[in-house]
């Protein structure tokens, strides 16, 4: 099972913006060229399609899509893939953000 992890400022008392907007998840990721943006995530299964609607920021890597979910002021992220890791810190010390393990 893979780790959790959440991309958030709610850790940070000197930090006046609590949340993260969705607003300026859109123009940080707008930046990114190996990132797009959708709100409709679709898991494929072996035997049927699964449409997962949300705010999401895809991130190609190589030929994988690892979704980066926003969801009420924080950014969501699987740590399944090894590559996320340092992907992620980079987009927290972007956002001056915190990382959290969940």
Known sequence: MSKRYQITRALQENNT??????EECK?????????TYTTV???KGEEATMAIDGDFF??????????FRYYEG????SGANDAVIPRMMEIAGDLAADIVEG
């Open 17 to 22: 913006e609590k949340s993260i907007s969705l």
């Open 27 to 35: 123009q940080y990721f707008e930046t990114q060229p190996d990132f």
């Open 74 to 77: 924080d950014i969501y992220v």
């Open 58 to 67: 895809m991130w190609s890597y190589g030929e994988v899509l690892i979704p």
């Open 41 to 43: 995530f679709r898991v």
